[in-house]
């Protein structure tokens, strides 16, 4: 098995379409799942994305395939962790932990002072894996429709 985490390039804009599309229809069974949809539309077309400085795309790569992304926004001295994903076939090999790891040098890359991310409440994969990187609760936010 060839396992690889590395910059996103131009020719895996479709793979990442596709993925982005299996990760939000994987959120919308979540609890919080429906809100954070509707709040961050899908990036779609991916090549501006990757091309954008103000942004780290990190592909997860099984044997020449893209299993996993991350999408990490680089504003100012905090870096944020918008999307993570990597296909069920593919957890539990590390990839994940190998995105935030390489999401983390790119922020410090770029001189920012904190790494933050999110997960929906009832995601324990995703808090199991910020929980091993060190990434912490700091806040937690709570809402109801009016």
Known sequence: ?????????L??????????????HHLIDQRG???????QPPIGDWMPA???HARWIGVAELDGFVVGYLEL???GHIAVVRQVYVEPEARELGFGDGLL????REAQRHGCSALEGFALP????????????????RKI???TRL
Not at 11 to 24: G, I, K, M, V, Y
Not at 101 to 104: Q, V
Not at 122 to 137: P, S, V
């Open 50 to 52: 990757i091309e954008d």
């Open 11 to 24: 020719a895996d804009a479709a793979q990442l379409s596709q993925l982005e599309a299996e990760a939000r």
């Open 73 to 75: 926004a680089l504003t």
């Open 101 to 104: 790891d390489a999401a983390r």
């Open 141 to 143: 936010i709570v809402s």
């Open 33 to 39: 799942g429906a809100a954070l949809l509707a709040e």
């Open 1 to 9: 098995m060839n396992e690889v985490v590395r910059r996103a390039e």
């Open 122 to 137: 009832g995601d324990r994969e995703t808090k199991n894996l910020y929980e091993r990187a060190g990434i912490t609760a």
